[in-house]
């Protein structure tokens, strides 16, 4: 489809606590419309659950322009080829577009905080992974194995041990702490928690809306220091795994390394590990990574990384 110039690209990062959809010409986002992230649930298809978690920010953009390209930046996997065709194609026919990108989030998080260039992102929001790209189009992706399974580091992952602690001093297995106090606030009655939270459709999302306040009890509990302490040895090690044998600039994207204790610790740690290689700020974020997958000529080093469908 040829691209006029009055065309708009539409950026979208789909995280687990947080949707961001932006409108974008020649690579730079202008205008962005955010909402909860999202939440699937057994009885609808993953294709369709993206599909409804759009559309009301969609309609808030009030898009006149002809859409040339979507990239999606996507958090979880859909489960099956067909899943990704569905979406493909639903995002064509709801946005009227010429092109559509999809890719995990880590993809357009790299390509935001590199500006398409080689290095090693790593992605800390709910989850953990890193990605590591050289120039000679080595590819090394580490964790990012879910809630489940892995996500060492990540927001769940701290949510859950600050949880737990709270949980083991509310009970008498451990010393009561001053997480306790924060987790009521967040979770209501503890007592209840079995009862309220289990059956929550966004349980991950609110275990993972916790880490901030175990993060912020870090240089005053020690159960909260210990968990943050942690979770940088963690992040380092899979920021030290996507970087191989040599030493790629690193950088970070998603909320938790925002967080200048964290950050502080991930940095001593990655260190250690690896004392060659530095972090950088990252240039922007998903979003603008996604902004400029969707307008580059070539998908250059993250071209293998991206499902790419054609009206």
């Known amino acids: 489809m040829p691209r006029m110039a009055d065309m708009v690209d539409v950026a979208i990062d789909a995280g687990q606590t947080r949707m961001r959809i932006g409108l974008a010409y020649a690579g730079r986002v202008t205008r962005v419309a955010d909402c909860p992230g999202l939440t699937y649930r057994h009885d609808v298809r993953p294709s369709d659950a993206v599909l409804a978690a759009i559309t009301g920010p969609w309609a808030e953009l009030a898009v006149r322009d002809q859409v040339a390209t979507v990239c999606l930046g996507l958090t979880s996997v859909l489960g099956s080829a067909d899943e990704y065709a569905a979406l493909a194609g639903g995002l064509?026919?709801?946005?009227?577009?010429?092109?559509?990108?999809?890719?995990?989030?880590?993809?357009?998080?790299?390509?935001?905080?590199?500006?398409?260039?080689?290095?090693?992102?790593?992605?800390?929001?709910?989850?953990?992974?890193?990605?590591?790209?050289?120039?000679?189009?080595?590819?090394?992706?580490?964790?990012?194995?879910?809630?489940?399974?892995?996500?060492a580091g990540g927001g769940f992952w701290i949510g859950r041990r600050g949880l737990e602690a709270a949980l083991r001093g509310h009970d008498g297995r451990a010393e009561p702490s001053a997480l306790i106090d924060h987790a009521t606030a967040h979770f209501?009655?503890?007592?209840?928690?079995?009862?309220?939270?289990?059956?929550?459709?966004?349980?991950?999302?609110?275990?993972?809306?916790?880490a901030p306040a175990v993060l912020g009890l870090a240089d005053a509990d020690a159960y909260a220091a210990n968990i943050v302490d942690e979770a940088a040895r963690e992040l380092a090690a899979t920021v030290a795994a996507a970087s191989g044998p040599g030493d790629l600039p690193v950088s970070w994207t998603g909320r938790l390394l925002q967080h200048d204790g964290l950050r502080r610790r991930?940095?001593?740690?990655?260190?250690?590990?690896?004392?060659?290689?530095?972090?950088?700020?990252?240039?922007?974020?998903?979003?603008?990574?996604?902004?400029?997958?969707?307008?580059?000529?070539?998908?250059?080093?993250?071209?293998?990384?991206?499902?790419?469908?054609?009206?």
């Open 92 to 151: 064509i026919d709801r946005l009227e577009a010429g092109r559509v990108l999809i890719a995990g989030d880590v993809v357009t998080a790299h390509a935001g905080a590199f500006g398409l260039g080689p290095g090693v992102v790593l992605a800390a929001g709910t989850g953990a992974i890193a990605l590591g790209l050289d120039r000679d189009g080595v590819r090394r992706q580490v964790d990012g194995w879910g809630y489940l399974c892995g996500d």
């Open 266 to 311: 991930f940095a001593d740690e990655l260190a250690i590990r690896r004392p060659g290689v530095r972090l950088h700020e990252p240039i922007g974020d998903g979003l603008d990574g996604a902004a400029k997958l969707a307008a580059a000529p070539e998908l250059g080093l993250h071209s293998g990384l991206m499902r790419v469908t054609v009206r």
């Open 188 to 210: 209501g009655e503890l007592a209840d928690l079995a009862e309220t939270l289990y059956p929550a459709p966004d349980a991950v999302a609110r275990i993972a809306e916790f």
